[in-house]
């Protein structure tokens, strides 16, 4: 049995609406509503859902850059949400993170060396300036980069160039767990699949454990080994990827499965089209959050909203009804050439 | 092959069109002699990664280019009529009668301070005869008295007040023709009331009110969830086997590609090097940089290991690779790839590519 790294229990961040001259709170953007989540030690956890839906608030949420409103979050065995100062700053380096843009994350007045070498002093790894600049040299190369590459600025890469930059800092603390949030959204797809085969050949390496945060369904399945899939501020289902991609039985992930645009002509699919659009996250529907998209929505839906649990061991499913729902992509590998 | 009777049911022709950008760190060589043809009632897809030049193909055909470009060569005819050589008020009208273009972000191509209805009740208005016919077809009129004197006389002129209630008739007919919910609700709506997909959804009904030879969708899915796309997807192809006109579709997306289009051209730095029926494409993909992009999208429906790369970046277009700009990347790159640019060449039935390693016999 592997063990578990992070745990996550009820999560929830509310953004108060303020308005008026008094300021008052008017309402609250639920970002995220309750999440429970468990990654494995190894594993990387690849967690899905459609804008708005909370996936990148969650993994703010867990490095504390955002303070969540309520909920636990567990790093092997120890709650990390009410650690102060000194105490979290040990946990913390524990934890790396690369952003979406590499135009954003990166600060344009800073060499690479700077940006490698920063996080080192910070979190007083090592000894030495000396010594950091050792280990950026080392991490700039194991990204694909060389090492004059440290002694320049962010505007002289391009976009695939940042990301790998940012990658290495990431890697800087020497983390166990690192969050990716949307990693690869802003590159052409000749330079996401350089990414991501760095990103795997890192987490051998390294022995990380990662959470995938990504929009991009194909993206996910191809790097996770379970998958949660995220709407309107909660879980809708949570599996391994082959559960989630091949049977799925929350109505939503067998929507959001069949409604992804395959490049193979030839292959012809039922799909399921979930009309209307994601309601606004100030306003979340009564009972199943779903319910309003939900081509199965009963009134007991509209009163009741169902938990999210096992049906079976390892997979997690919020809806009242047990749905015989067709396979969302049928398996076509025998009829393809790779 | 015969290209003739090719030719002949063309709607659109793009001939060896060039253009380059003027910027202050030199000439960018965006366009490097673009050929393809869009046949009468297709769906043609464009595709490529940003920078190949797939928006400015379509910038050109519709000529809205920026200010510092400049079409070096080259020529395009929309039913024999050349493009390029039009004057302003010319295109202008091309724009308004015969061409339509939908854009990736709706929210920046709508007017935020007019409502829907407005916005595309001008359209109609635009085109005074076809509201005249409408009217007389389906017995519109205005409250009594209200009707002004046409003192024009013989032209089947409106009054304006007669002209609006057509137009917006017309408005909700298109509207619902896009499947919105509530047409005459989304008419007095302003842009920023509406959702993401139903801003397309009202671009789309702007570019369909005037029932165009050539339909352009520029990466129109690419700011849309999975599922809002799906519907979007699903409306396309609804309105594909509804219309007569022909559609050039631009994406970076080659899943969108395989949903929607009947042939797709491949472009990489400013050219096509690759033009082929859909599934042909994508059975049998030729040119090295088609087959290096396939291998390195992540697909669902097959299992992979580990995704295949092209190694390094796209090229930088003020100093273009020399011969077939592909050749700093190509794997099987040899010494006539630096010297000649490969030109494109017919390999089997309506599959062109332009790569040397399909010339003269090496096929």
Redesign the interface.
Known sequence: MTKTVLEIKGLKKWFPITGGILGRVRGYVKAVDGVDLEIKEGETYGLVG??GSGKTTVGRCILRLIEPTAGEIIYRGQEITKLKGEAFRRVRRKFGIVFQDPYASLDPRQTIKGALTEPMKYHKILESDEEAVEKAKDLIKRVGLNEDHLYRFPHEF?G?QRQRIAVARALTTDPDVVILDEPTSFL???????I??LL?DLQKEFNLTYLFIS?N???I???SNRVGVMYLGAIMEAADKEII?RRPEHPYTH???S?????????TRE?V???G??PSPVDIPSGCRFRT?CPYATDYCKEKEPPLVARQPGHLISCHYELKLSAP?????AS??? | MSSATEKNDALLQVNNVRLDFHTYAGEVKALDGVTFLVKKGEALGLVGESGCGKSVTALTIVGLLPENASVTEGEILLAGENLLAMTHDQIRKVRANKIAMVFQDPTTFLNPVLTIGEQLEEVFLLNSERLANVAAERKIEVEAGKEEQDTSGAAPKLARSRQKKVAKALSIDVLSQVRLADPERTLKQYPHELSGGMRQRCMIAMALARNPLLFIADEITTALDVTIQAQILELLRELKTQLSGSTLLITHDLGVVAELCDRVAVMYAGNIIELADVKELFANPLHPYTQGLMRAIPMIDRRMERLETIPGSVPDLIYPPSGCRFHPRCPFAFEKCKLEKPELLHVGKGHTVACHLYGEGKA
């Open positions: 459609e804008s391009s695939g052409d797809v000749s330079v996401q699949a350089q991501l085969n795997s929009h369904l194909s993206v399945e191809h790097m991609y929507a959001l499965i409604a992804l645009p395959i490049p193979n002509p030839a292959l799909r089209i979930l009309s659009d994601v998209r992509i049928p398996l076509a590998e393809r050439k790779t």
